[in-house]
């Protein structure tokens, strides 16, 4: 019997089971999803496709089965999406998996408490940029002084914590500390941005969201995007008191945390009238467009959210949009595009960054196989199930290797950290950047 046919009655009160009641669509066990999966194609294991897990959850949600018995595969399950787009029923599988993941967190609270790591990364360290920025100057140092060795090469590291030794392994290449500002204003001004900005008199005005990781790791990333808008004739304005947009907590099924700080930001941005929010982070953006669906049982926040949500941008969508000022410097560069999930299968946006990278002069762009692959950043994940990302990572690496690309440009923060790890690691000469970046190249 599918479950389109079974009944939904009586089911647990629980946020799976919730979220099976408001399904628009059932799995009707089609298939269609299984290549589209990244672990079932891995792994071959039925209950590591989209398939078998909506299975799993089904059963949970009627009671048959307890949280804690699929807790492994609601991990070890990637969210990209990629089954989404390949499903021709249109089930918005992660609107499953998210209402499992938050009723795994609940479970495991009401258990052993909230484990200390996460509390501290979530609530301390990404809704805090000089903590964030911290973590990324001692992770640098790690990387690039003797303790290194010291701590690594003697295992004294893996003595203290084994979770902060592979995080220490896995430590992306990221810019020295001298290269760093303190938030994104700094940024703009630093990098002669903001002096080509437009008169303020005939400029149309967009906010930029700084987010938490891209500010304290990519600021370039800023700096370029604020570049191509003032180019465009665009003011921007950078709120001081927007927050972390919430994705990795929604995403670690700590629903009330991400909620608390949509809000903020939506009252943050809305002080700025009905301006577009453009966004360069595809993670952040997809959870920007999704605060009207998250807040939209909350009566006093249900029409500001959908309001918010529906000013929302990716800069790749933005200035595909728009008529832009032709560029005239040439970027004679072999370039991949490599899709972010969170903006190919969540945000459904694929030909925008491709369109603008055709629009850079000398610019070749090549293809890349597999472009609308994980590569197996997928937030924390690269952490929590290292062995997965690994093999994703060696396949993309492959990929690249075959294209020939000098540059691989992708338009999220944990792709350039993930790909500027494999380019390391496989030792691949090429450079991993934000079509945004060359797309500022361009301009004089």
Known sequence: MTEAARPLIDLPDTRLAQAWQDAESLCIKCG??????????ETGHE??????????MYRTAQGELDIGDIR??????????????????GIRYHDMLEAARIDDAVDLRARNGAPLVKRFLLNRVLVRPRWLRAVAWAMWLLRHSGLRWLLGG???????????????????????????RPSARAWLAADGAAQGAPDSETARPVAMLSGCVMDAVFGRVHAATAKVLHANGYAVHVPERQVCCGALHHHAGEEADALTLARRNIEVFEALGEAPVVVNSAGCGAMLKDYGKLLAGDADWAERA??????????CEFLAEQ????????V????AYDDPCHLLHAQKVGQAPRALLGQVPGLELVPLAEADWCCGSAGSYSLMQPEMSRRLLARKMGHIRASGAEVVATGNPGCLLQLGLGARDARLKVRIAHPVELLAEAYE
């Open 306 to 315: 959908r309001r918010f949500s529906a000013r929302v941008k990716d800069v």
């Open 72 to 89: 492994h595969e609601l991990w070890f399950c990637l969210g990209c999406m990629a089954c989404e787009t390949a499903c021709p029923s």
């Open 332 to 335: 004679p560069r072999k370039v």
């Open 323 to 330: 008529p832009l000022r032709p560029p005239t410097r040439a």
């Open 32 to 41: 269609f999803c299984l290549p589209a999966c990244p672990t079932y194609r």
């Open 47 to 56: 209950v590591s496709s989209p398939r078998g897990r909506l299975e799993l």
């Open 154 to 180: 003697r295992g004294l590291l893996r003595l203290l914590s084994k979770r902060l030794a592979r995080l220490e392994r896995r430590s992306p290449p990221i810019a020295a500390p001298r290269a760093w």
